[in-house]
């Protein structure tokens, strides 16, 4: 477990991590540090949400991927989805969910089966013991979040979802525009 991160507060109100403002000042050469102890921030804060998902999922013998994996086929309805579905919607490799999918059939959670609609592919969908054992991982789910977000209001919430999800559309622009796009 990595060693708390220490806070201050600044005049503001805002907190900040005193050891990255310092950190981001010499790497700025005294410039300006508010994206870079944003970006931090926005680092930490993912990676905390992560340790607890992770230790949720494993403690029930699933890796946090392959969580992501049984939650969307869990919402996909009996059709499922397919491996390119997947793989999009989690910001993955096809290859990487292949594997979470490998794992998740050995499990019993998962099954592939042809798709009626086109024999070359592949739906994947959720077994029985699959839908059994996200049911029995929602309410601990859905009480660590809310204790993870506690002291949350929830235009705060709503405003943070917000924020997080311009930073994914810049950084799609980023992508694009480095791909030879226009990234507008």
């Known amino acids: 477990m990595p060693a708390a991160q220490q806070t201050d507060a600044d005049p503001d ?13 010499a ?6 540090t508010r994206a ?3 970006a931090a921030a926005v680092r930490s804060a993912a990676q905390s949400v992560e340790r607890l998902r992770g230790q949720g999922a494993d403690g029930r ?10 939650v969307r086929l869990g919402s996909a309805g009996p059709d499922g989805l397919s491996i390119g579905e997947l793989a999009r919607a989690g910001g993955v490799s096809s290859r990487n969910i292949t594997g979470l999918v490998d794992t998740l059939e050995r499990e019993r959670l998962a099954a592939r089966g042809a798709d009626p609609q086109d024999r070359r592919s592949v739906r ?3 077994t029985a013991a699959g839908q059994e054992w996200l049911a029995a991982f929602r309410e601990p789910s859905r009480r660590a979040m809310a204790a993870l977000f506690r002291g949350f209001a929830p ?18 622009r980023i992508e694009q525009y480095l791909a030879g796009g226009d990234g507008r």
């Open 13 to 25: 109100g805002y907190q900040y991590a005193p050891a990255v403002r310092r950190a981001m000042t």
């Open 36 to 38: 870079l102890e944003a």
């Open 61 to 70: 013998g699933v890796s946090a991927g392959a969580l992501d994996v049984l």
């Open 27 to 32: 790497f700025t050469q005294g410039g300006d």
């Open 155 to 172: 235009e705060e919430l709503a405003q943070l979802r917000h924020l997080c999800l311009r930073l994914v559309e810049n950084q799609q």
């Open 124 to 126: 994947v969908h959720l």
